[in-house]
Protein backbone atom coordinates (compact mmCIF):
# COMPACT_ATOMS: atom_id res chain seq x y z
CA UNK A 1 0.00 0.00 0.00
CA UNK A 2 1.09 3.67 -0.71
CA UNK A 3 0.19 6.33 1.97
CA UNK A 4 0.29 10.09 0.14
CA UNK A 5 0.77 12.96 2.64
CA UNK A 6 0.23 16.85 0.89
CA UNK A 7 1.61 19.56 2.37
CA UNK A 8 2.80 23.08 1.27
CA UNK A 9 -0.82 24.80 1.05
CA UNK A 10 -1.51 27.93 2.35
CA UNK A 11 -3.23 30.91 1.58
CA UNK A 12 -1.17 34.31 -1.04
CA UNK A 13 -1.83 37.31 -2.93
CA UNK A 14 -2.49 37.09 -6.57
CA UNK A 15 0.77 36.94 -8.13
CA UNK A 16 2.52 34.96 -5.63
CA UNK A 17 3.96 31.46 -5.68
CA UNK A 18 4.25 27.99 -3.57
CA UNK A 19 5.20 24.68 -3.32
CA UNK A 20 3.67 21.99 -2.74
CA UNK A 21 4.51 18.47 -1.76
CA UNK A 22 3.66 14.85 -1.90
CA UNK A 23 5.68 12.73 0.10
CA UNK A 24 4.90 8.73 -0.37
CA UNK A 25 5.44 6.28 2.33
CA UNK A 26 4.59 2.28 2.37
CA UNK A 27 6.30 1.53 -0.85
CA UNK A 28 8.64 3.41 -3.14
CA UNK A 29 6.37 5.44 -5.94
CA UNK A 30 9.62 5.32 -8.58
CA UNK A 31 8.11 3.04 -10.80
CA UNK A 32 4.81 5.04 -10.41
CA UNK A 33 3.06 7.92 -12.78
CA UNK A 34 2.04 10.57 -10.20
CA UNK A 35 -0.05 13.55 -10.64
CA UNK A 36 -2.04 16.44 -8.91
CA UNK A 37 -5.45 17.23 -8.90
CA UNK A 38 -7.61 20.00 -7.28
CA UNK A 39 -11.27 20.86 -6.38
CA UNK A 40 -12.90 24.40 -5.67
CA UNK A 41 -15.92 24.68 -3.52
CA UNK A 42 -18.88 23.77 -5.74
CA UNK A 43 -16.90 21.71 -8.67
CA UNK A 44 -15.32 18.47 -9.74
CA UNK A 45 -12.33 17.85 -9.30
CA UNK A 46 -10.08 18.11 -12.62
CA UNK A 47 -6.41 17.42 -13.19
CA UNK A 48 -3.87 20.25 -12.81
CA UNK A 49 -0.48 18.11 -13.95
CA UNK A 50 1.04 14.84 -14.44
CA UNK A 51 4.66 13.09 -14.46
CA UNK A 52 5.83 9.81 -15.63
CA UNK A 53 7.66 7.44 -13.73
CA UNK A 54 11.09 8.37 -14.77
CA UNK A 55 10.19 12.40 -15.19
CA UNK A 56 11.01 12.19 -18.67
CA UNK A 57 7.27 13.34 -19.24
CA UNK A 58 5.05 15.91 -17.85
CA UNK A 59 1.38 16.86 -19.35
CA UNK A 60 -0.26 19.99 -17.54
CA UNK A 61 -3.78 21.21 -17.49
CA UNK A 62 -4.41 24.46 -20.18
CA UNK A 63 -5.14 26.92 -16.91
CA UNK A 64 -1.92 26.27 -15.30
CA UNK A 65 0.52 25.19 -18.75
CA UNK A 66 3.91 27.85 -18.05
CA UNK A 67 3.04 28.89 -14.40
CA UNK A 68 2.89 25.44 -12.68
CA UNK A 69 5.73 22.84 -12.85
CA UNK A 70 5.73 19.34 -11.68
CA UNK A 71 8.49 17.70 -10.32
CA UNK A 72 9.94 14.42 -8.61
CA UNK A 73 12.87 13.17 -6.50
CA UNK A 74 12.65 8.80 -6.63
CA UNK A 75 15.48 8.79 -4.10
CA UNK A 76 13.10 10.81 -1.77
CA UNK A 77 9.61 9.14 -2.32
CA UNK A 78 8.52 13.02 -3.15
CA UNK A 79 6.82 14.84 -5.89
CA UNK A 80 6.13 18.55 -6.15
CA UNK A 81 4.29 21.62 -7.45
CA UNK A 82 6.31 24.70 -8.12
CA UNK A 83 3.18 27.02 -8.38
CA UNK A 84 3.81 30.45 -9.27
CA UNK A 85 1.79 33.69 -10.63
CA UNK A 86 -0.88 32.23 -8.78
CA UNK A 87 -4.70 33.78 -9.64
CA UNK A 88 -7.57 34.05 -7.57
CA UNK A 89 -9.10 31.12 -9.34
CA UNK A 90 -6.53 28.77 -8.27
CA UNK A 91 -7.95 28.75 -5.36
CA UNK A 92 -8.92 24.63 -4.40
CA UNK A 93 -8.05 21.76 -2.34
CA UNK A 94 -5.07 20.37 -4.54
CA UNK A 95 -4.23 16.40 -3.85
CA UNK A 96 -1.28 14.66 -4.65
CA UNK A 97 -2.39 10.88 -6.59
CA UNK A 98 -0.18 8.06 -8.12
CA UNK A 99 -0.64 4.74 -10.14
CA UNK A 100 1.82 2.27 -11.01
CA UNK A 101 3.07 2.38 -14.89
CA UNK A 102 5.83 2.16 -16.57
CA UNK A 103 4.55 4.13 -19.78
CA UNK A 104 5.76 7.14 -21.93
CA UNK A 105 2.61 9.34 -20.74
CA UNK A 106 0.79 10.54 -17.33
CA UNK A 107 -3.22 10.08 -17.78
CA UNK A 108 -5.12 13.17 -16.86
CA UNK A 109 -8.41 11.08 -15.60
CA UNK A 110 -8.84 10.70 -12.39
CA UNK A 111 -10.19 7.35 -12.26
CA UNK A 112 -6.62 6.10 -13.55
CA UNK A 113 -4.86 6.76 -10.25
CA UNK A 114 -5.44 4.17 -7.07
CA UNK A 115 -3.75 6.38 -4.57
CA UNK A 116 -4.72 9.60 -3.25
CA UNK A 117 -3.21 11.92 -0.79
CA UNK A 118 -5.43 13.83 2.10
CA UNK A 119 -5.28 17.77 0.46
CA UNK A 120 -3.29 20.62 0.60
CA UNK A 121 -5.49 24.27 0.86
CA UNK A 122 -4.18 26.87 -1.18
CA UNK A 123 -6.25 29.91 -1.33
CA UNK A 124 -5.20 32.69 -3.56
CA UNK A 125 -6.60 36.68 -2.80
CA UNK A 126 -6.73 38.85 -5.15
Known amino acids: QVQLVDSGGGAVQAGGSLRLSCAASGRTVSTYVMGWFRQAPGKEREFVAG????????NYADSVKGRFTISRDNAGNTVYLQMNSLKPEDTAVYYC???????????????????WGQGTQVTVSS
Open 51 to 58: ITWLGRST
Open 97 to 115: AGYYSLGYSASSRGDDYNY
